[in-house]
């Protein structure tokens, strides 16, 4: 059902207009409870947020914290992603994808292509993993599936 969602600037905007060719791509992300508080507390404090001392103290507390989730939280998590896409007349297409956590399915991925590229699946130059392996590269992954809505 509907969420809430938070659009992001991430690298998978370079990425997806290279292997599908559309150029008016939106990524979101559904942020976590504790995400969304901290969010709406950054945005309420601006002014006190802009003051040198006050950024260098939360860079040194963002430091302390943990570079990733937990092996546990990677162990038990899961990620969802959903993608619509419409053409000139209206019609859509949607699917949902799920995986594991984002950490982890990043390992697995990276491995599986790097194993694809010793045995000999590459193309020269700069290439996503879709225009290397094909498009369906990431329902080889345990425990991903894709449901066409």
Do not use: K, M
Request: charged share 15%.
């Amino acid at each position: 059902g509907p969420v809430t969602g938070l659009q992001i600037a991430w690298g998978d905007l370079v990425t997806a207009y290279r292997s599908t060719g559309i150029a008016n791509i939106e990524i979101y992300v559904v942020p976590s409870t504790v995400w969304r508080t901290i969010l709406r507390a950054c945005a309420s404090w601006r002014g006190p947020l802009s003051v040198p001392f006050v950024q260098r103290t939360l860079r040194a507390l963002i430091r302390a914290l943990p570079n990733g989730p937990t092996a546990r939280a990677r162990r038990l998590g899961h990620s969802v992603v959903w993608g619509e896409a419409a053409d000139a007349e209206g019609r859509t297409a949607t699917s949902r994808l799920r995986a594991p956590e984002a950490y982890t399915l990043t390992a697995i991925t990276a491995v599986a292509a790097a194993a694809l590229v010793l045995r000999g699946v590459h193309r020269p130059g700069f290439q996503t993993p879709a225009l290397v392996f094909g498009s369906d590269f990431i329902l080889g992954v345990d425990g991903v599936s894709r449901e066409d809505l």
